[in-house]
């Protein structure tokens, strides 16, 4: 491969998951800002009727769609590598068949088994009116179950024929669409009809589906101008595609070790979700106050974790087309270098995010929440910022064994990091509190991701230490911008927490003053130049182009 075309590959490389990181960070940002409106709508005491059900949602949507999506991607990508374009329209076919019947089957399923969940989620201490309530939740979340998975088929589709801006594009929408619809229905039906305040987390779980419904529309008319030219390419084509039931195998060989991973790797939620009440209540603290800490766990600060794990989300998905295709070919230089430029892009990025919500999670609770309950939102944002930067990691190394056909090592991997999640949930929290549950999450990670880079090193030869040097520099970048916030609290400033939006300025002054210095010193020793392959000049004016 000439240097040019090196160049480009990397650009590529980094432009497709940047440009994907960026959609799932806009459709994560639009996500945070709504908490607060639909929080003084819905009330804190009812953020458990909305968190809860996700958990059980997101693990049988895992069921529904047989980890097709990423199978989906990965074994376009090696059609079109070969150009075997009937065999893609052929895949595309069966799998937008499986996931339509696989969610419609999954979503009555939901509703069967909405009540005996919702016993379970809240407790021995829960009246029949929250127990119904749950139940609801569940019953109208089922709607997702089914239309999800459908987007799932487009999504997994175009991520195979490396079509990651309209990966990007569409969640954007699919979230402005929830959120319209989250916001504005709550309105109407707390606001102006004066129902209870549950409503507003019915129409939020409702709006789910509307988002998801608005995304498969955008994708519909995104195929109607792109599939004609991939299906003429096919009926030109003379070689027969590869046989149906051989397609079949390839994608449940590849999709169900994605469904074990997807439905372990969300084990710590559901340990947490089931245990984390009960475990508290047993613990001495009050019901009430325990379904509070949960709520603000699972939805406050999740929201803003979210912030640096869209890292994760968008590496996840660009790594995917670009390392099978390596694969294919056996270009095993481009493929270690890959794993390097992902985790090296992740860690620049994600590790200073981390680090800012972690030493000012007092005034970033304050500003987006307000300074009720402040004292357990800054304590619990400033343990989850550190399992933000380690569950950015994780999916990354977990998409990345599956690709490489280590399926096998990473769902054992995975298996193992759900057992030190046990082992540690109840000893931890026993110790420390109610943030032991974020601790024993972060040692889960820990575990997972050491198991899978040695894994990669051994069979593939990937090589950790430049990655290791870098991330060194990158704390002491970290460390040199909390100097600069401890050299400011020296000077007799100090967060106004009563009034949001002074806080809000006062944060953002700092912030824009501790990541200059981020960026300034890691700069001076060329960390940034290396990860993006472009000096300091291009970066600040250039940017990131597909060439």
């Given at each position: ?32 800002f ?5 929080t ?12 809860a ?6 693990v ?11 199978a ?110 989250l916001?504005?229905l ?49 009926r ?47 613990l ?38 670009y ?68 569950t950015?990691i994780?999916?990354?190394?977990s ?18 990091g ?9 000893p ?48 002491l ?8 916030f ?6 007799g ?55």
């Amino acid at each position: 491969m000439s240097t040019d075309t090196s160049s480009r590959v990397k650009q590529s490389f980094l432009a497709g998951s940047l440009t994907s990181s960026a959609g799932v960070f806009l459709a994560k940002a639009i996500g945070l800002f709504y908490v607060i409106p639909f929080t003084a709508l819905a009330g804190e005491k009812n953020m458990i009727f909305y968190s809860a059900p996700y958990t059980y949602y997101n693990v049988l949507l895992q069921i529904s769609s047989a980890g097709l999506p990423y199978a989906i991607a990965a074994i376009v990508a090696k059609y079109v590598t070969r150009n075997d374009y009937k065999t893609v329209m052929l895949i595309r076919r069966l799998s937008t068949a499986i996931l339509s019947v696989s969610g419609f089957l999954m979503s009555m399923i939901f509703i069967l088994i909405s009540k005996p969940l919702a016993t379970a989620i809240l407790g021995s201490q829960a009246t029949g009116l929250d127990i119904s309530q749950m139940r609801t939740c569940f019953m109208i979340l089922a709607i997702a179950l089914f239309l999800v998975p459908i987007l799932y088929s487009y999504r997994g589709f175009y991520q195979g024929m490396k079509e990651l801006r309209v990966y990007a594009d569409s969640q954007v929408l699919e979230q402005i669409a929830r959120v319209a619809a989250l916001l504005g229905l709550g309105y109407v039906t707390v606001k102006i009809l004066r129902f209870n305040s549950i409503w507003a987390v019915y129409m939020a779980i409702l709006a789910t589906s509307i988002g998801a419904l608005c995304a498969i529309l955008f994708y519909s008319r995104f195929d109607r101008r792109h599939i004609g030219a991939i299906a003429r390419t096919a009926r030109a084509q003379e070689t027969p595609a590869v046989r149906k039931n051989d397609i079949l195998k390839e994608l449940f060989a590849f999709g169900l070790p994605y469904l074990f991973a997807a439905i372990l790797g969300n084990s710590q939620t559901l340990i947490n979700t089931n245990f984390f009440v009960p475990t508290m209540t047993k613990l001495g603290m009050q019901y009430e106050t325990a379904t509070l800490i949960y709520g603000i766990i699972e939805v406050q600060c999740d929201k803003l974790t979210s912030i640096p794990q869209v890292l994760g989300a968008g590496f996840s998905v660009g790594i995917v087309p670009y390392m099978t295709t390596a694969l294919e070919t056996r270009n095993m230089k481009d493929l270690r270098r890959y794993v390097r430029e992902c985790l090296d892009t992740v860690l620049y990025i994600g590790v200073p995010i981390c680090f800012c919500l972690c030493v000012l999670s007092r005034p970033i609770y304050c500003v987006m929440y307000g300074n009720a309950n402040l004292e357990y939102g800054a304590q619990a944002l400033s343990y989850a910022a550190l399992l933000a930067i380690v569950t950015t990691i994780t999916p990354v190394c977990s998409s990345m064994m599956m690709t490489l056909h280590l399926r096998k090592e990473s769902i054992f991997y995975l298996l193992i990091g759900f057992i030190v999640k046990c082992v540690t949930f109840y000893p931890a929290m026993r110790l420390i509190g109610y943030p032991g549950a974020i601790i024993s999450s972060v040692l889960c990670s820990c575990t997972i991701i050491y198991l899978c880079l040695g894994k990669i090193k051994n069979r593939y030869g990937a090589a950790y230490g430049q990655t290791l040097i870098r991330l060194f520099k990158m704390i002491l970048g970290c460390m040199a911008m909390n100097g600069v916030f401890a050299l400011i609290e020296l000077a007799g400033f100090t967060f106004n927490t009563v009034s949001r939006i002074v806080c809000l300025g006062q944060l953002a002054l700092v912030g824009i003053a501790g990541m200059i210095v981020y960026i300034s010193v890691t700069a001076a020793m060329k960390v940034p130049q290396a990860v993006f392959h472009k000096s300091m000049k291009q970066l600040l004016t250039g940017g990131f182009r597909r060439r």
